[in-house]
């Protein structure tokens, strides 16, 4: 989604994540893979790749190529020296001939394998810093040992010229700090490490420069300044767009030789003009031409295999404007899929019936097309991390006008709830018998469904009031958008008209994600937020500002509480039926500010609810979990697809493996999609 100009959607990171436990299952496909830092890696399974026909076979291994020729563009994107610092440690990974499990080259590993997991030096969900557990001095010193042609250096630039530049981005805490900095109050982009504007180039510059580019006359605005860096160049503000020609025009230019290569094999006419108008727009960077792609992405709903590739979210731009690269190749996963058009084909039902102001409402609600799809290959800011479900395009007027396309994305949540059931996590944070055996009972069906429900019908309901600025919520908009969607989920969660639709096995069911959704809110989250911090990531936001206006309220009238057991915290609730009314309430204002842009009601709302953290319960939680010995987050090792060819090049056959090691497939993605050159000004 776009934070700060769609109602819409995007990339939503697990909610409950919880770790398997150590080590591997001696078995052929293994869904957990190696451990580091707070990070596990999991493997998910392309089921029914093997039935696919040649065709469609070839079509994913043209388009997985096209999802990870952009791979550079992200670490550049993600902070300036990210390339730099990534190829030369890359280089004393290789090069080094000492003991490799004795420091201090184990911790350069972990570090290493961390920027990987990040597309940078930054937290790839809080942002913050990633601290390095090896001296300067031995990196230094492995670096004289390296050949010159292995140092990443900028035309020009001596080896101590390179040090000096990028030692203190590594290792001062003082220098770049955060990726992207919401703190209200500051110059976000001078304290945003990101790489979408000049270093210099000030908020309110930046603000005044896209202010004067929008014509709130146009009823079908383009997404200004969504494809380009915003730089000052011979004292004037410029940007430079991300297309063929342009900056990052060398990987662009990889990504459409083999968007061509999968145009031939595309499930039909639409779909070859869908890669036709996406490459049309990579080669211009026009934004009207995006939109247009967008449009025909959207309606193209017949293929089998389906693709997204591009600057999509806005996640990582602290004004919301500029789009990190993703690409992500999947096809549909036919029985899951009647699941979500049972909910999409009852949408106006949902809308019709939602507890919001009827003003706020879309009178005739279309196009929500709902698909459950197994994903193929997961590249740039969907890769290792990645989203369990999407719903796209961002554009507000395109969604008005034309609806969106939204998917989950089964085979990951399935790695997900297998990497899940042997965790220990029920058994520490869950109060009591009986509700684990509710969550155990309901738990993974209800996820799914809230997920859904989150994707297929949240970010398309509602719609803003006649004349209110898109970009009215600025940076509370992304959070105020998860939380319209979360929150129209969990509403419905507990509606007899799911049961009547046989989406929920009874009336009772929702409780699983009523105690789930409020625990991790209030409590679990925590354990992802490092001591001292603030939270700053949008879904996590909306999740605390859900769970602690929820609980507010729940306490005073006795339906819920944390209780202390035996010095351990733990959320009680002994009327589920009293917490929808104040979902529903919650929705309703939540809406209401969305319609409104309200902006002071936004601010207040996750400045009270969505960012403080109390320290006690934040401490307790951590050494709670510590001692489960999980990680905290998860991430994924995509597949290798070997294709083999005929004398004349064309492909007989594409067999998937799912050997690769994490740090093998790093390094062949480093060298193999090697695109971009060390410097990108
Ligand atoms: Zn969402």
New binding site residues.
């Given amino acids: 989604?776009n934070p700060d100009i769609s109602p819409?959607?995007?990339?939503?990171p697990a909610a409950y994540a919880c770790g398997p436990a150590a080590g591997a299952c001696g078995q052929p496909f293994c869904y957990t893979d190696e451990a580091f830092a707070d990070i596990r890696l999991l493997r998910y399974r392309v089921e029914g790749f093997e039935a696919l026909s040649l065709r469609q076979k070839t079509l994913v291994y043209h388009l997985s190529e096209a999802a990870l020729w952009g791979r550079d563009i992200l670490f550049d994107q993600n902070g300036r020296y990210n390339l730099r610092i990534r190829r030369l440690l890359e280089a004393v990974y290789t090069h080094y001939r000492g003991p490799r499990d004795e420091e201090p080259f184990r911790s350069l590993a972990v570090y290493l394998k961390r920027v990987w997991f990040s597309n940078g030096i930054h937290h790839h969900y809080g942002g913050e810093k990633l601290v390095p557990g090896f001296d300067p001095a031995f990196l230094r010193s492995e670096m004289e040992r390296l050949p010159r042609e292995a140092l990443p250096l900028a035309p020009g630039e001596t080896p101590e010229e390179l040090w000096r530049e990028l030692q203190p981005v590594m290792f001062d805490p003082a220098v770049m700090p955060m990726r992207v900095n919401h703190r209200d109050g500051d110059d976000l982009l001078l304290t945003s490490a990101c790489n979408y504007y000049g270093p210099d180039v000030t908020q309110a510059e930046a603000e005044a420069f896209y202010a004067a580019r929008k014509d709130s006359a146009d009823p079908h605005p383009v997404m200004t300044g969504l494809n380009s860096r915003l730089v000052r160049d011979d004292g004037t503000l410029r940007e430079r767009t991300w297309r063929v020609g342009g900056l990052y025009g060398e990987a662009i230019g990889k990504i459409v030789e083999s968007l061509l290569a999968a145009r031939p094999f595309a499930d039909n006419a639409a779909q070859q003009a869908v890669i036709d108008t996406l490459v049309d727009y990579y080669r211009t960077g026009d934004l009207r031409t995006f939109d247009r792609y967008t449009i025909q992405w959207l309606e193209e709903t017949e293929g089998h295999v389906d693709f997204t590739n591009g600057f999509t979210e806005t996640y990582g731009d602290p004004l919301g404007l500029k789009a990190s690269w993703e690409g992500y190749v999947n096809y549909t996963d036919t029985e899951a899929t009647h699941r979500t058009e049972v909910l999409s084909s009852h949408a106006q039902w949902f809308e019709d019936h939602s507890p919001v102001d009827p003003r706020f409402k879309k009178a005739v609600c279309r196009g929500v097309s709902a698909r459950v799809v197994t994903a193929a290959m997961l590249g740039g800011d969907l890769y290792p991390s990645t989203a369990i479900?999407i719903?796209l395009p961002n554009s507000d007027w395109v969604r008005h006008e034309h609806g969106s396309k939204s998917v989950t994305i089964g085979n990951l949540t399935a790695a997900y709830n297998e990497a899940a059931r042997s965790s220990g996590m029920d058994e520490e944070f869950i109060i009591d018998e009986p509700t684990r055996r509710l969550v155990r009972t309901y738990g993974d069906a209800l996820d799914d469904l809230h997920t859904d429900l989150?994707?297929c019908l949240?970010?398309g309901s509602g719609r803003l009031l006649d004349g209110t600025d898109p970009d009215a919520l600025r940076s509370y908009s992304s959070t105020i958008?998860?939380a319209r969607?979360?929150l129209f989920g969990l509403y419905y969660m507990a509606d007899p008209k799911l049961t009547e639709l046989g989406l929920t096995p009874d009336r009772e069911a929702y409780r699983a994600q009523y105690y789930t959704y409020l625990m991790n809110g209030l409590m679990t989250q925590l354990v992802r937020i490092e001591p001292g911090h603030g939270i700053e990531e949008a879904?996590m936001r909306n999740r605390a500002l859900i769970a602690r206006w929820v609980m507010e309220r729940a306490e005073k009238s006795g339906a819920a509480a944390l209780v202390v057991r035996e010095g351990k915290t733990y959320l009680a609730i002994s009327d589920y039926a009293a917490l929808r009314p104040l979902f529903a309430e919650l929705l309703a204002e939540v809406q209401r500010i969305k319609s409104e842009g309200d902006y002071e009601a936004a601010r207040r709302l996750v400045e009270q609810y969505g960012v403080k953290v109390d320290p006690a319960l934040h401490e307790e939680m951590r050494r709670r979990y510590a001692r489960l010995h999980l990680s905290p987050y998860k991430g994924f090792i995509n597949p290798v697809y070997h294709a083999t060819r005929d004398a004349d090049g064309a492909i007989t056959d594409v067999r998937i493996d799912y050997t690769e090691a994490y740090d093998a497939q790093m390094l062949r993605y480093g060298r193999q999609y090697r695109t971009l050159p060390d410097v990108n000004p």
């Fill in positions: 989604m819409s959607a995007g990339s939503e479900g719903n989150h994707e949240g970010h958008e998860e969607a979360d879904h």
